[in-house]
């Protein structure tokens, strides 16, 4: 099947705002949260370092999990599911590793339920990008809509949180990023058709 170039960057695009919410919950939630807590929160170094570990630990544990039951019931559902989890969660489980009161084994748990939702978006997201783009510009349209995603979204959110934390002075700033994002995705993910799973990958992709 042809693609014209137009329809090639709308998809690209599409993509983009579909992957925008696992780009920056995953950076957030898993990569720049040691130096946010010895920063902000002043935790010390090896209890950063192990909080890091563990939420990648929920990360690595829904991968898979998530993959196959989004080829038992569809991207979208599972997709949708993470993304609202994530708008509905990120300030309250940040809120709870900001408390004096939170111990650790609490805040090993929090992190851990926020990798794993993000690992939920991890599992279905590879298959969902491949179903989106007709063979002749697969791999440039799944490249470009996730090199892309993860350039702006995941690559820039670090200078971002840091930036708005100075500006504003609120440390709640990271779950307001990726709520942000997520409610981006959100409406994204809702066009995906629910049954694009059972499609064949040299079908033409719907519309």
């Known amino acids: 099947m042809n693609a014209s170039l137009g329809d090639t960057l709308k998809t ?5 705002c579909r992957l925008m919410v696992w780009s920056a919950a995953g950076y957030t939630w898993l990569v720049i949260m ?10 010390g170094f090896n209890q950063a370092l192990l ?3 563990i939420s990648n630990l929920g990360f690595a544990a829904t991968i898979i999990p998530a993959g196959m039951l989004s080829d038992r019931i569809g991207r979208r559902a599972v997709m949708v599911s993470a ?10 489980l940040l809120n709870v590793l900001q408390a004096e009161s939170s111990g650790l084994l609490l ?16 599992g279905p997201g590879p298959a969902m990008l ?24 995941s690559g820039c959110a670090g200078l971002i949180i840091t930036s708005l934390i100075k500006e504003t002075g609120n440390p709640d700033i990271p779950a307001w990023y990726v ?14 058709n629910k049954n694009d799973h059972l499609r064949l990958l040299d079908e033409p992709p719907s519309r």
Do not use: C, D, W
Not at 12 to 16: M, R
């Open 130 to 153: 491949a179903e989106m783009f007709p063979t002749r510009v697969r791999y440039t349209g799944l490249g470009l809509a996730y090199s892309l995603s993860n350039a702006v979204f």
């Open 83 to 92: 993304a609202v989890l994530l708008l509905v969660l990120s300030l309250p």
């Open 34 to 43: 040691p130096t946010y807590l010895q920063a902000s929160l002043h935790t």
């Open 12 to 16: 690209i695009l599409l993509g983009i």
């Open 179 to 192: 709520m942000v994002t997520a409610l981006v995705s959100i409406v994204a993910l809702m066009t995906l």
């Open 51 to 53: 909080i890091a570990v």
């Open 107 to 122: 805040k090993a748990l929090v992190v851990f339920i926020a990798g794993g939702v993000v690992g939920l978006l991890a």
